[in-house]
């Protein structure tokens, strides 16, 4: 049945001083001052890729949905449906947001250890290298 | 004449000395007195000056300070009086000249010591000289009117006997119109000038002899004459003046320029103004290219989740390609569609499935084929539409987008480094040069050379209206003489004045000629001797005096470098010209210098100084006071194959007074 959801994604509790660390503090950050979406995106796409999901035992709102924009939600859901290998997770919308908000804990640790490890150039330019790569491998009309 | 010896009896420091010199027709014209500064050499030389023009021309500063030597005066009794006494004996082949200056002093009832002057004293100082000389077949005879200005006149005293200290400030300090002084005395002008002037004085009075027998217009005429012929005078003086501000600015201007020598200073100011265009140019494009940065650092950051995840964007989209196709989305049919048609009881047909019937369980087995997803189909064609959005942005756009990023921050990056490399090139060009020194140099340079054109213009428009005005004196004379020629009384009076003019005009003519024989000739001499005199032989090329004359030493790339010559090499052009003045002067007289090495530096300056001024006074006597600094074993060992007589002056302080005495060098 489908499913009304949330209305806003969740991040641990635990993660609220990263997340604060990243997007106001550290002015080395690739994130500071940028649109809180940014850095979610980004915790939950390198979550996806290179981490694993991580339960949200105890959990804060961070996002309000309407703030997210469409790119970013069809980024949530494409994340989903390959998760559950099937177009019907999505029907189930708060499934959908707590796979992303999962995702999004088990990266906001790996994104902060990377920026921290070699600052704020050393991140966008290994960031911009490893995009290089990925868009060498799409081909047009993959899609 | 030469020096043969000189006597000094109670004359400051010497209380009884006698220096004798060496004849420097055998070759030996170079005498040395050594002493230590204040011991007393340039007394000696004031005694010289002293005996022959009764004055001290070489005292540090005017003093009260008695000439007479003080441990004398404090020997003596009130009531008692000492005699100061200098003599002086001058010879050549055949004539011997004795001159001698005494000046008494005494100690009054009251122990004050009071000059004595003679009641037959000639001079200010209460001083009286005897001059004896010999005359052929009669011996030695009185001569003290005419003798010592017939062997070195007053007049040109200081081009005989100098202060070498001086020397180095006389091209600062002297200007062309004392320069034209001194050139002019040299060439015994004197006597022509006095008659000029004479010449000048028999005219004006043969015209106001003759004023009361002239006729109204003549009369008219002869006055208008004679203020203009006062108004030409005036002109010519302030002309002169002018003449000798010219030089003072020629002079200033020529020293800042050759401070500025070796720096370009338009380029230095375009240099500038180039570096500071390139260090703005760089400021901005600094900061475009941080905001480049930026931009591409945000395009990145929301490009990369779509990027990174696109093989994940690929499968969605191609199951919902296949639902598409498939006729799945969009549905016919939505699965809460259905469900509410059950619930409500009625189809869309109207026909009743509120109780089981088979209408019923036909809903119901299209309810249950029904999919969850055809609830969420507008959304998921949605999907489907943003993820076509997303897929042709980064297939087609994205790696142009990044690359022209990467291209335009690559840009400003090489303009950058460009221009920063032009701006070190710059500051390296720049680093030897103060420029705010320049900048002040050149302000001061710029401004003596405006005030020197102001003064040339100045002087361009008074030697037009001297011109004039000379013409207008021609012109008046002419119609005076017609005046004249009608009246009896006139006649003579003209052919009187036209004798004064003509005589005037050949007197003024034969002038010219001397003085730029003269000048000419003092330049050649300065210049050989100044050229053999300097130690960086290849700097200089000549040394001009020219029609104006103002002196300058003029190096090889053939530029005024008179306002870049140091101490030294000034002193040796001022020793040159006063050697190429006395040279040129006719007289033979001894020279006297005092100190001629204090500036000049040590080593080869100073050697190469003392190698060449015996030569240059070749056949001349040549007396000089040293300090033990300037006579350096090396210079001693150059000065010696000449060397006539050697001394130093042994000194000694004593409570009442202080006393010296010259001995032989080395006892």
């Known amino acids: ?143 | 004449m030469w020096i043969d010896y000189i006597e000094l009896k109670n004359f400051r420091q010497y209380q009884e000395d006698k220096i004798e010199f060496a004849d420097p027709k055998e070759g030996k014209n170079i005498n040395i007195i050594k002493g230590t500064t204040g011991a007393g050499k340039t007394n000696i030389l004031n005694a010289v000056t002293w005996c022959f023009y009764g004055k001290e021309f070489h005292l540090a500063k005017e003093t009260d300070y008695p000439m007479s030597n003080t441990l004398t005066l404090e020997e003596l009794e009130p009531g008692e009086r000492c005699t100061v006494e200098v003599q002086i004996q001058l010879r050549d082949e055949s004539d011997r000249m004795i001159v001698t200056r005494v000046l008494d002093f005494g100690k009054t009832e009251d122990g004050k010591i009071r000059k004595m002057p003679s009641l037959t004293s000639n001079t200010p100082d209460g001083s009286e000289v005897r001059v004896l000389r010999t005359v052929k077949g009669k011996g030695l005879i009185d001569a003290t009117d005419i003798a010592i200005e017939t062997t070195i006149p007053k007049s040109l005293r200081e081009y005989f006997f100098f202060d070498g200290e001086r020397l180095d400030d006389y091209f600062r300090e002297e200007t062309s119109v004392s320069i034209k002084d001194a050139v002019f005395q040299i060439s015994h002008l004197e006597k022509l000038d006095t008659t000029m002037d004479n010449l000048e004085k028999i005219e004006s009075e043969f015209r106001k002899d003759a004023k009361g027998k002239l006729s109204n217009k003549a009369k008219e005429i002869e006055e208008g004459l004679r203020i203009r012929e006062k108004s030409l005078k005036k002109s010519k003086e302030e002309l002169e003046t002018r003449k000798d501000e010219k030089s003072r600015a020629e002079q200033k201007e020529r020293e800042y320029s050759e401070k500025l020598r070796g720096v370009d200073v338009k380029d230095v100011s375009e240099l500038e103004e180039e570096r500071r265009r390139l260090e703005r140019k760089v400021e901005e494009d600094s900061k475009g290219r941080d905001t480049l940065d930026d931009n591409k650092s945000d395009y990145i950051l929301n490009k990369a989740p779509s990027v990174l995840v696109f093989n994940v964007l690929s499968k969605t989209r191609e199951l919902l390609k296949g639902k598409k196709e498939s006729g799945e989305i969009p549905p016919d049919y939505k699965k809460n569609f259905i469900e509410k048609l059950l619930e409500e009881g009625s189809c869309i047909c109207g026909t009743d499935i509120s109780s089981e019937n088979e209408h019923r369980k036909k809903v119901e087995t299209v309810l249950k084929e029904c999919d969850e997803i055809t609830n969420i189909s507008e959304e998921l064609s949605d999907q489907n539409a943003t993820l076509r959005g997303i897929q042709r942005e980064i297939t087609d756009d994205f790696k142009k987008e990044l690359e022209r990023y990467n291209r335009e921050i690559s840009k400003l990056e090489n303009e950058i480094k460009g221009n920063g490399d032009r701006i070190e090139e710059i500051s390296s060009k720049l680093m030897g040069v103060e420029v705010e020194k320049v900048r002040g140099l050149e302000s001061k340079r710029r401004e003596y050379e405006k005030i020197k054109n102001e003064i040339i213009e100045d002087i361009g428009s008074r030697k037009t209206r001297i011109e004039m005005e000379e013409k207008n004196i021609e012109d008046l004379k002419t119609r005076f003489e017609k005046e004249l020629k009608q009246e009896h009384e006139g006649e003579k009076l003209r052919k009187r004045l036209v004798f004064c003019d003509k005589a005037l005009k050949i007197a003024e003519s034969i002038k010219e000629e001397i003085m730029e024989d003269m000048r000419k000739e003092i330049e050649k001499k300065t210049g050989e001797q100044f050229l053999q005199l300097i130690w960086k032989e290849r700097n200089y090329d000549k040394v001009i005096i020219n029609d104006e004359y103002d002196v300058a030493a003029i190096d090889q790339g053939g530029r005024d470098a008179t306002g870049i010559l140091s101490a030294g090499e000034r002193q040796a052009l001022a020793l040159s010209f006063m050697a190429a003045l006395s040279a040129v002067s006719g007289f033979e007289a001894p020279i006297i210098i005092d100190t001629p090495l204090g500036r000049i530096d040590e080593g080869k300056p100073k050697q190469q100084i003392a190698e060449n001024l015996p030569n240059y006074f070749e056949g001349k006597q040549v007396i000089m006071f040293v300090t033990g600094s300037e006579y350096t074993p090396e210079v001693r060992e150059r000065l010696l194959p000449k060397m006539g007589k050697e001394y130093e002056i042994k000194f000694e302080e004593f409570d009442i007074g202080n006393k010296a005495c010259v001995v032989p060098y080395g006892k």
């Open chain 1, 1 to 143: 049945m489908e499913s009304k959801g949330p209305d806003r994604v969740y991040i641990r509790k635990a993660d609220r001083s990263v997340y604060d660390q990243l997007n106001n503090k550290m002015k080395s950050s690739p994130f500071y001052k940028k649109k809180n979406r940014v850095l979610y995106m980004a915790a939950l796409v390198i979550g996806f890729t290179d981490a694993e999901r991580l339960e949200l035992t105890s959990k804060e709102g961070y996002i309000l949905l309407e703030s997210l924009e469409d790119v970013d939600k069809a980024i949530i859901k494409a994340i989903a449906v390959a998760e559950e290998g099937d177009l019907n997770a999505l029907v189930d919308k708060e499934k959908v947001y707590t796979i992303a908000d999962e995702y999004a804990a088990g990266g906001i640790q790996l994104l902060k250890d990377e920026i921290l490890g070699g600052g704020y150039g050393s991140y966008i330019k290994k960031l911009e290298s490893r995009l290089v790569e990925e868009s060498k491998k799409i081909k047009k009309g993959s899609m």
